[in-house]
């Protein structure tokens, strides 16, 4: 059995996700997760730059 680095859980697949520089093995429901705050995370970032008047991209 593997343990999931982020959950700590001991699962039985892991899938492998780079997050900034470094590769992390996390499981199914932390995987979900980390996608949905990513898409999250560009939303902002989109909304802030237009509130900004950013042009460039």
Same mark, same amino acid.
């Given at each position: 059995?593997? !343990?999931?680095? /982020?959950?700590?859980? !001991? +699962? !039985?697949?892991?899938?492998? +996700? /780079?997050?900034?520089?470094?590769?992390?093995? @996390?499981?199914?429901?932390?995987?979900?997760?980390? %996608? !949905?705050?990513?898409?999250?995370?560009?939303?902002?970032?989109?909304?802030?730059?237009? @509130?900004?008047?950013? %042009?460039?991209?």
């Amino acid at each position: 059995m593997a !343990e999931c680095q /982020k959950c700590g859980e !001991e +699962v !039985e697949e892991l899938y492998r +996700v /780079k997050v900034g520089t470094r590769r992390v093995q @996390m499981c199914e429901d932390c995987l979900e997760l980390h %996608k !949905e705050e990513q898409a999250i995370a560009a939303e902002a970032e989109g909304a802030m730059q237009d @509130m900004m008047g950013y %042009k460039g991209r």
